[in-house]
């Protein structure tokens, strides 16, 4: 599962024998966000990197949408990283959504068969919708071996990990753009501004949430929601021109980009994609600047990190 040629045949395989005006492509199993999906067990090989999740794509075309259902998937870098690949691209903030996924097939191809000529956006913001009502179906219904109680359990624990976007991916240069002349500001604000960044930092949108005491939240709230971060920007540097506008340049763009958003109540911030954003030098993963992403070589955020949290 690790190897992007086992990737590459399926698309190569599925292409050929089942030829289709357009492709959905779904991936299961876990996420890391900008570290990849798609765990190998057996061969001990790690997984997908972003990187060869776009290799394996640009080999065979692409496809009009792909769907992440892992955990984390729902990462500005990871959405950067296949911005050439596909033209919506799904994934959750937080938690996972493989639960919701569970009918989407059947819902799908209806939605298909009355709807031939439907566009991608409005597919891609179809696919949120149904997600939304089989999140309430999947609770709602009998299954073999599913007590309520359980019922009720899996119903409060994916309500507090649900925040799943759908974004056109023909906005992410302009996001890239936007990041990049955000983070050479903020970096100029260094040390002087130190602690107003914190204090955003602090206040934004970030996963998990503090309630989750189950993890350590140090290495757990490593990424924050990058539209609430602008929103953020924007309101503490009253007084600073061009962060302002940087935020608010930043704001439009993103707000172009997302096409449908479906998060709980607890994460009330979380409408976009997260972008990685550790709160101290001592779990910073140096693994960020060396998985080759696209999102860090075209953009100044990674040396603002390096300056922030030195």
């Given at each position: 599962m690790s190897d992007y040629s086992t990737l590459k045949d399926f698309l190569v395989y599925g292409k050929k024998n089942f030829p289709a005006e357009r492709y959905l492509l779904s991936i299961?199993?876990?996420?890391?966000?900008?570290?990849?999906?798609?765990?190998?067990?057996?061969?001990?090989?790690?997984?997908?990197?972003?990187d060869e999740f776009q290799k394996a794509l640009d080999e065979v075309g692409g496809v009009d949408i792909i769907c992440f259902t892992p955990c984390s998937m729902g990462a500005l870098e990871s959405a950067y990283e296949l911005r050439n690949c596909t033209d919506i691209y799904i994934g959750n903030e937080a938690g996972g959504d493989y639960s919701f996924w569970r009918f989407m097939t059947g819902d799908l191809c209806t939605l298909l068969n009355e709807n031939p000529d439907?566009?991608?956006?409005?597919?891609?913001?179809?696919?949120?919708?149904?997600?939304?009502?089989?999140?309430?179906?999947?609770f709602l219904q009998e299954y073999p071996g599913v007590s309520r109680e359980m019922r009720i359990q899996c119903f409060k624990w994916f309500r507090v990990l649900i925040s799943t976007n759908a974004v056109d991916t023909s906005n992410m240069e302009q996001i890239g753009k936007s990041v990049d002349q955000l983070a050479r500001d903020l970096s100029l604000e260094i040390p002087n501004k130190s602690f107003r960044i914190k204090m955003i930092r602090i206040l934004t949108q970030s996963f998990y949430p503090k309630f989750f005491k189950l993890y350590d939240e140090?290495?757990?709230?490593?990424?924050?929601?990058?539209?609430?971060?602008?929103?953020?920007?924007?309101?503490?540097?009253?007084?600073?021109?061009?962060i302002r506008s940087d935020a608010r340049e930043l704001m439009n763009n993103i707000n172009n980009a997302v096409i449908a958003t479906f998060h709980s109540i607890y994460l009330p911030q979380a409408r976009s994609l997260t972008i990685y954003f550790p709160s101290k030098i001592n779990v910073y993963n140096s693994s960020y600047t060396t998985v080759d992403l696209d999102f860090v070589k075209d953009t100044y955020w990674d040396e603002f990190l390096g300056l922030y949290l030195n």
């Open positions: 299961g199993n876990h996420g890391g966000g900008w570290k990849g999906a798609c765990f190998d067990h057996t061969n001990s090989d790690g997984f997908l990197t972003m439907i566009s991608n956006v409005d597919l891609g913001k179809n696919i949120i919708r149904l997600m939304k009502k089989n999140f309430i179906d999947i140090d290495i757990i709230c490593d990424k924050i929601d990058i539209l609430d971060f602008a929103k953020k920007c924007h309101t503490f540097f009253f007084f600073d021109k061009e």
